[in-house]
């Protein structure tokens, strides 16, 4: 897979998706309307966009298309980390950290999950 760039609004879409994928049209307005007041018009805009760049693909079902992600999730949420990492925090991990500490209240499950990835990732290392 290539690197696809996703818009704010297209990553909305894609979480909706990967969340339930084969999903029509409404049923996506629907998932969204708490956040978006977004019409089916806008819907199917970011829809058709998204399947040019090969995020999203469909099946008919009688006449309504269902909708679901070409692309994994997690393999889209780590390109968009590195891309990220490297456009803001200069590729400094420390920078990074650090800033999100200091701007965040983090639980501290979040926070023994941390130092568990840690562990394994300096485990590789050794």
């Not at 990967?18 to 708490?34: D, F, H, M, R």
């Not at 469909?58 to 980390?81: C, D, H, M, W």
């Amino acid at each position: 897979m290539g690197e696809i760039h996703l818009s704010d609004a297209e990553w909305e879409i894609m979480n909706c998706l990967w969340n339930k994928p084969n999903q029509k049209i409404s049923e996506i307005v629907i998932a969204l309307s708490e956040k978006k007041a977004w019409d089916k018009h806008t819907v199917i805009t970011l829809l058709n966009r998204m399947e040019k760049k090969g995020a999203v693909s469909f099946e008919r079902n009688g006449r309504a298309k269902e909708y679901y992600p070409l692309i994994s999730q997690k393999e889209t949420v780590k390109q968009e980390t590195e891309q990220f990492f490297e456009r803001v925090c200069q590729g400094s991990l420390r920078l990074m950290v650090n800033s999100f500490l200091s701007s965040k209240a983090v639980k501290k499950e979040d926070l023994d999950e941390l130092y568990r990835m840690l562990d394994e990732a300096r485990e590789g290392k050794e």
